[in-house]
């Protein structure tokens, strides 16, 4: 099949080492950060999402070079092949559970610790700038002026400050933060979240690398 299809599916393979062998142990590494005993947890699962995003970009690789190969081998190995055709779906499934489960609730885990490591950060603190209560990006600082507050759809006009002395500006104020052991229970939902994800990933390469190596139903 020549040089050129050798040197395409040695590529594909080393891409697929470096890209899904690199994010095989991202449970592992979500279940320990969160059990240090001495911090720190947040410093580890933000250098552990850094190497994970250059490790997708070696996942897209090894498909570019799969396609390549492919093509390379002058239809000794062909498209229509049942187990290329199904390890190119188990790759799609693969990519569509790390994006559309495992990223959304690594996120949400991360920010659940986050707030666990710093209790006074509020949920949304810096990112409204509704409350007035904190630093936000047009300068405001703690404890400065509140901001016009905005009417309530449906809410007469009795209900704002301009018609009604002393009434209550429900809009403007801070959300009340969760206890201690809501936030906990939140960090462990996520956490089984994320590891049930990654799970599911590990069996999919599992699967694709079983479509790679016995090829069933011939090329």
Known sequence: MGTGFEILV???????????????????YTSLAARRPDGGTSAVLEVNRLVSGLA????????LFGVGAVAASHSTIK????WISAAFGVYLVAIGVL???IRPNQARHLEVVKRLEDPARSPSCGDCGDCGMC????GQQAGGPRPASRPVAGAPASASPEGSEGAVDVAAEPPAPKSNAQEVADLRRYERFVNAGWAGFNLLVVAAVYLM???PGGR
Do not use: D, K, R
Request: aromatic fraction near 14%.
């Open 10 to 28: 040695s590529l594909h393979v080393l891409c697929a080492i470096g890209g899904f062998g690199a994010v095989a142990y991202n449970g592992l």
């Open 213 to 215: 190596v016995f090829q």
């Open 99 to 101: 994006h559309g489960w």
């Open 79 to 82: 498209f229509s092949s049942p």
């Open 135 to 138: 630093e936000t990006p047009g």
């Open 56 to 63: 997708e970009m070696l996942m897209y690789a090894a498909l």
